[in-house]
T-cell receptor
Framework: EDKVVQSPLSLVVHEGDTVTLNCSYE??????LLWYKQEKKAPTFLFML????IEKKSGRLSSILDKKELFSILNITATQTGDSAIYLC??????????????FGKGTHLIIQP | EAQVTQNPRYLITVTGKKLTVTCSQN?????MSWYRQDPGLGLRQIYY???????DKGDVPEGYKVSRKEKRNFPLILESPSPNQTSLYFC?????????????FGPGTRLTVT
């Protein structure tokens, strides 16, 4: 059975700290992994990763994929209270000609304390 | 403005009273999908649609129906709602049938069945 596992499930840090969120996967027909941020509303897209070892970066957020060890990490440096959210990792499921949907991990609930 | 809209945003109903949650997108995307999000279980796919008149079950389809008569609309139907369908529901769309896997989410519908 395909699965996506995130850790930790919950994390509380102080503003200015650096955090690393983890996502491991066991998926057939793997092609890509996506990270989303969810505040009190719908998930919003952060990154899509398809190749091992190539870092994707957006401001203080960065992510990298290891296809050999089957995991990805999301780093946030110099955290701010606005980074408080649930961070979701997802892997598209592929069959036939297209991706049928996304299998999500349970998310990491990140709380940044001032 | 590109968007995915859902209605209603909040609904409290009683067991057995049929309801429909609408989803509409203005991005001309072929693929549309419904998810439910529950504490401790994360986001799980209910149904998806590759195109007009093409729908298929996701991971948790029991108790739900969908239809895709037009490209822009993908309503979720609960013929006889039960309390275990109390959840936060998201509609999502994706451009194309294959490729990135990135999905765009609607704002969510919070459903309570008493």
């Amino acid at each position: 059975e395909d699965k996506v596992v995130q850790s930790p499930l919950s994390l509380v840090v102080h503003e200015g700290d650096t955090v690393t969120l983890n996502c491991s996967y066991e998926v057939t027909n793997f092609r890509s992994l996506l990270w989303y941020k969810q505040e009190k509303k719908a998930p919003t897209f952060l990154f899509m990763l398809t190749s091992s070892g190539i870092e994707k970066k957006s401001g203080r957020l960065s992510s990298i994929l290891d296809k050999k060890e089957l995991f990805s990490i999301l780093n946030i440096t110099a955290t701010q209270t606005g980074d408080s959210a649930i961070y979701l990792c997802a892997v598209p499921m592929y069959s036939g000609g297209g991706a049928d949907g996304l299998t999500f991990g349970k998310g990491t609930h990140l709380i940044i304390q001032p | 403005e590109a968007q995915v809209t859902q209605n209603p945003r909040y609904l409290i109903t009683v067991t057995g009273k049929k309801l429909t949650v609408t989803c509409s997108q203005n991005m001309n995307h072929e693929y549309m999908s419904w998810y439910r999000q529950d504490p401790g279980l994360g986001l799980r796919q209910i149904y998806y649609s590759m195109n007009v008149e093409v729908t298929d079950k996701g991971d948790v389809p029991e108790g739900y129906k969908v239809s895709r008569k037009e490209k822009r609309n993908f309503p979720l139907i609960l013929e006889s709602p039960s309390p275990n369908q109390t959840s936060l529901y998201f509609c999502a769309t994706r451009k194309g049938l294959a490729g990135s896997g990135e999905q765009y989410f609607g704002p969510g519908t919070r459903l309570t069945v008493t």
